[in-house]
């Protein structure tokens, strides 16, 4: 049975940087795309960032381009999202997700998803 567990998340200053894991169980990484996406109060859901199963490529939305980093450890199983210079719209519940191998329409289409961890920028 497909699961992923989200850890990581917590109350951070502007500026400041959090790693998310996303521990998966029940398939392994080379199945499919890894998404991360947020879902602030009243917003709709937004993919920020994607690794490829293929070949390992990584996409990230505009906003967090080069603030956050995404990565995989395949022996452990788990997906990483790095996010440094962490501002106050940054503040969302985070999900990891399956998604496209190639993570097309990694931006709004998830498939499988954990129950979130919560990510507070504030001072």
């Known amino acids: 049975q497909l699961q992923l567990v989200e850890s990581g998340g917590g109350l951070v200053q502007p500026g400041g940087s959090l790693r998310l894991s996303c521990a998966a169980s029940?398939?392994?990484?080379?199945?499919?795309?890894m998404v991360w996406f947020r879902q602030a109060p009243g917003k709709e859901r937004e993919g920020v960032s994607c690794i490829s199963s293929r070949d390992g490529s990584t996409y990230y939305v505009d906003s967090v381009k080069g603030r956050f980093t995404i990565s995989r450890d395949n022996a452990k199983n788990t997906v990483y999202l790095q996010m440094n210079s962490l501002k106050p719209e940054d503040t969302a519940v985070y999900y990891c997700?399956?998604?496209?191998?190639?993570?097309?329409?990694?931006?709004?289409?998830?498939?499988?998803w954990g129950q979130g961890t919560q990510v507070t920028v504030s001072s």
């Open positions: 029940g398939f392994t990484l080379d199945t499919y795309g």
């Open positions: 997700a399956t998604g496209d191998p190639y993570c097309s329409g990694y931006t709004g289409k998830f498939g499988s």
